[in-house]
């Protein structure tokens, strides 16, 4: 048995500080960044922000909003190939800002479906796939490690990206094996329950700097994967030197969820809740324990104003703290803890309880 005595800490127990800036506007700030990886040549240009691979949110209606803001999105793994190849003869996606997401049941299968529907796409059908994201909930089995090492070999010119874990010694293990970027961030969703399943995790602002800096010392790169519930979560993220954030909850809801609206609300679901279970398939190994929740929000809408929401809010912190860049935001950032008294009574008053 080992403790770890030193405290780590969440987005919730820290702010930024305001430092003086030279900054006169927000528009002043830049929020485009030009990222290269250590083994696809591919350059990502844009906002490096990327709506989740879940089912509510990582959709294609999703990427077509998130495309024209130059961001992200992990589509869910449950598209089949003739749902690709129909938005690939409509032209309604723009390759550069989508990944396709799998799984690794290839360790166990050869003729797993999201493995051989991405040898297909992009092998046979010749689609200009950028993205690969390797998905699993547990990243420290040596045979995720194995895998993407065939991933790797299998796609030598895609950006691969791998996890979840949220320790440094495995992201740079990893990035090693040929992950270009590592998906950092155990148990922080909205919807996600191993904390409490399975006493598992790490708190997440301290995990994203230790893996950021783990990860940039061989070249590679972080995303900040769950925990973000407001833009300025997202600029904390950002300022512990993540170099993409992951979103979730935050985008879900709206219209591009592409799921059922009743009563005026819409079901969200952590991809290892029973929901999801039973939609999509029970566990190979035959152990299945539910580490996700359901829960019903209301429906926002389009999420366009969502996503001027998240740029207006790291436009405000860049010039809080006289980042001209977002590229700039780790160097700029200096972080207070937070007296969890006073953070709790403003939880309280942003939910109305007090």
């Not at 909930?137 to 996890?163: C, L, M, S």
Request: charged share 25%; aromatic share 8%; proline share 3%.
């Amino acid at each position: 048995m080992r403790l770890i005595e030193d405290t780590k800490l969440d987005y919730c127990d820290v702010l930024l500080v305001p430092k003086r800036s030279t900054l006169a506007s927000r528009r002043d700030v830049d929020l485009i960044r030009e990222i290269k990886f250590p083994h696809s040549s591919f350059i990502f240009k844009g906002i490096p922000i990327i709506a989740s691979n879940m089912d509510g949110v990582g959709t294609f209606t999703m990427s077509n909003v998130l495309t024209s803001y130059q961001m992200l999105t992990a589509i869910r793994k449950h598209y089949t190939h003739k749902d690709w190849a129909k938005i690939a003869d409509d032209k309604t996606v723009d390759f550069n800002y989508v990944a396709l997401s799998i799984g690794t049941d290839a360790i166990w299968d050869n003729k797993a479906h999201d493995y051989n529907l991405a040898l297909s796409l992009i092998k046979g059908m010749l689609l200009p796939i950028v993205y690969i994201c390797v998905d699993v909930a547990n990243g420290y089995q040596e045979n995720f490690v194995e895998f993407i090492k065939r991933v790797r070999t299998d796609f030598p010119d895609q950006v691969i990206i791998a996890g979840n874990v949220i320790t440094p010694q495995m992201v740079e293990e990893l990035i090693i094996s040929g992950a270009d970027i590592v998906k950092c961030g155990i148990g922080p969703g909205a919807v996600c329950t191993t904390r409490i399943k399975a006493g598992v995790g790490y708190p997440q602002f301290s995990g994203v700097i230790e893996c950021a800096d783990a990860a940039h010392g061989v070249g590679g790169t972080i995303i900040a994967d769950g925990g973000c519930t407001s833009p300025g979560d997202i600029a904390k993220a950002f300022g512990a030197g993540a170099d993409f954030v992951m979103l979730g909850s935050m985008l879900a809801g709206f219209k591009q969820s592409e799921q059922q609206v009743k009563e005026g609300k819409i079901q969200f679901y952590g991809m290892s809740s029973d929901v999801a279970v039973t939609k999509h398939g029970s566990r190979k190994d035959g152990y299945r324990s539910a580490e996700g929740r359901v829960v019903e929000i209301p429906f926002r809408g389009s999420v366009e104003k969502q996503i001027e929401d998240i740029i207006g809010g790291l436009r405000s912190a860049c010039t809080y703290i006289g980042a001209k860049r977002l590229k700039d935001m780790s160097r700029c950032a200096t972080f207070v803890k937070v007296n969890r008294t006073i953070n709790t009574w403003l939880e309280a008053y942003d939910t109305g309880e007090t």
